[in-house]
């Protein structure tokens, strides 16, 4: 039994040891983010039309541009250039027509755009060639170390790094002599993976050039195969190589594309172990699944407390400009699960974990995104809700009523249990959601509930369409008294709509019905009563 209590003993010393080893560390991931002077170079012109099924226009490019310059970002890029005349070009010349500021424009352009032989080609140099012939004096040359067609047995990393610096030349004395030159490791990944040597040699070239001759710094990206440790490893490798050389003001922007769900994850993690910043688009719409995108990151650096990027871009406005872009962009509002800028983001969920354990619900322990960007919080309605956030959802839905109070608020958590228990699968976040589970739990519907329902719901087609028709079928027997009033009494509404499924007119079923959608209480049915079953019972 001793000999158990010490290994209890010395069990729980290893426990607390390894559980605490994060709390004793100086953080230093948490305190580099925390302190980051993040770069920001904003691809939402590019990025996100990039393998989208709507293609931009001159008008979209132009609303993309307008939520940039919100945002506060210094650097964008306006095209990627190719042989082909692209929408992008066309919406340059408009910027250039209107005497547009394109100092902080950049543009994307291949390192070479031609192989004969396994052996890049000086020329042509198209891309080069559209930013002089639009202005735009920043760059970023993009360039593989593992292109099938290059023979890199005789285009060596000498080699490439000579074609590089000449390039670099061309920029300088044709763009400008202080143009902002960026060099994009395209397959980063895949060279460490298998040719780790030659990222070596051309981060070594770039960081030991003269400090009058070097440019800007590096960027990389990652299509989403590899994991978080992996880039950790190849970021803090790249980053110390520049420091060891003298380059510690030298850029390392990181670009993370998604594919399994770890993007935001990883661009933070090169962001803690040595990139300097990020080029991406303010929402996460781009290639394949998306990207890592400026909002998210951002935000993200934020609730770790940095307060050096809030003096730098209006982040308030960072959520509403990656919603403006999702829906430039696609046409539709983000996915309602987005993290931070979807619908569903900033609801309320669990009462007692967002306060905290506190007696108040409406507090919130730790960084409130909805306080920072200064919205309010919602309270989603789920089996999750306690009474306290159902009475606060009522007034947040449907204004003030002596109704809405705590013991409603757990009549309406306690109604949920029931429909549950009972097999009825009910949605209650909605405005007709909530008010039929208010009804069911014994409230009476009130005339402003069912304004505010009419007034807000949206249906699908379909349903718009069959509640047009019972329309027609109501105007019938609303005239019927005389008077088209929208108002028609008991007896007539039963041989109108209820006949088919009621037995008869006095029966208690019967009564009890007619009784429900009269929420007035006034003896007659009102359209504005019937049409919010209609719409509640399309909606389910």
Not at 97 to 104: A, M, T
Not at 213 to 233: H, N, P, T, W
Not at 343 to 352: I, K, P
Not at 509 to 532: H, N, P, S, V, Y
Request: charged share 25%; with cysteine.
């Amino acid at each position: 039994m001793a000999e158990t209590r010490m290994n209890e003993d010395s069990d729980l010393e290893n426990f607390l040891k390894e559980a605490n080893a994060f709390r004793r560390n100086p953080k230093k991931k948490f305190k580099k983010l925390k302190e980051l002077d993040m770069f920001v170079l904003d691809n939402s012109l590019r990025e996100t039309k990039v393998a989208s099924v709507y293609a931009h226009t001159v008008t979209s490019k132009r609303a993309i541009w307008s939520e940039i310059k919100k945002c506060g970002f210094q650097y964008y890029f306006v095209e990627s250039f190719t042989s082909d005349t692209r929408i992008g070009e066309l919406f340059l010349e408009e910027l250039i027509s209107q005497k547009e500021d394109l100092s902080g424009a950049f543009g994307f352009a291949d390192l070479w755009e031609k192989v004969v032989d396994g052996i890049p080609q000086p020329e042509p140099q198209v891309g080069l060639e559209k930013c002089k012939k639009f202005g735009i004096n920043h760059v970023m040359l993009e360039f593989d170390l593992m292109y099938h067609k290059i023979d890199y047995n005789r285009f060596n990393m000498k080699k490439l790094c000579k074609f590089m610096e000449d390039r670099f030349k061309w920029i300088r004395a044709n763009l400008s002599p202080e143009s902002l030159i960026l060099v994009n490791f395209r397959d980063f990944s895949s060279t460490l993976e298998n040719e780790p040597a030659r990222v070596w040699e051309v981060v070594r070239f770039l960081a030991t050039l003269p400090p009058q001759e070097r440019i800007l710094g590096i960027a990389y990206e990652d299509l989403g195969k590899s994991i978080m440790d992996q880039m950790e490893v190849w970021t803090k490798a790249v980053r110390k190589e520049m420091d060891r050389c003298g380059w510690e003001a030298g850029q390392l922007l990181v670009h993370i594309h998604e594919q399994w769900g770890l993007g935001n994850a990883t661009n933070l993690e090169c962001l803690a172990s040595g990139a300097t910043g990020i080029w991406a688009g303010v929402c996460s719409e781009g290639a394949a699944l998306g990207h890592a995108d400026s909002c998210t990151t951002l935000l993200n650096l934020i609730r770790l407390g940095n307060t050096v990027v809030q003096e730098r871009y209006n982040c308030k406005y960072l959520r509403e400009a990656a919603i403006n872009v999702t829906k430039i962009t696609t046409g539709e509002l983000p996915f309602k699960r987005t993290p931070i800028y979807g619908d569903r983001a900033l609801d309320m969920v669990f009462g007692f974990i967002h306060s905290a354990m506190k007696d108040d619900p409406t507090t919130y322990d730790g960084f409130d995104i909805a306080k920072f960007l200064g919205v309010e919080r919602t309270v989603r309605v789920t089996t999750m809700a306690n009474g306290d956030m159902l009475c606060m959802k009522l007034h947040e839905v449907f204004g003030v009523d002596d109704q809405f109070n705590e013991e409603m608020g757990n009549a309406m958590k306690q109604q949920i249990l029931v429909n549950a228990t009972e097999g009825r699968r009910e949605e209650y976040d909605s405005a007709a959601g909530l008010a039929i589970l208010f009804d069911q739990a014994g409230g009476q519907l009130t005339p402003a509930m069912a304004n505010a329902i009419n007034e807000s719901t949206e249906n699908q087609p379909r349903i718009e369409a069959l509640i047009a028709e019972v329309k027609v079928e109501w105007d019938k027997w609303d005239a019927a008294d005389g008077s088209a009033d929208d108002k028609i009494p008991f007896d007539n509404f039963y041989n109108g709509f209820m006949t088919p499924y009621f037995g008869c007119y006095r029966c208690e079923d019967t009564q009890q019905g007619l009784k429900a959608l009269d929420m007035d209480d006034d003896g007659w049915i009102d359209w504005f009563e019937f049409k919010f079953y209609l719409v509640w019972a399309g909606r389910q």
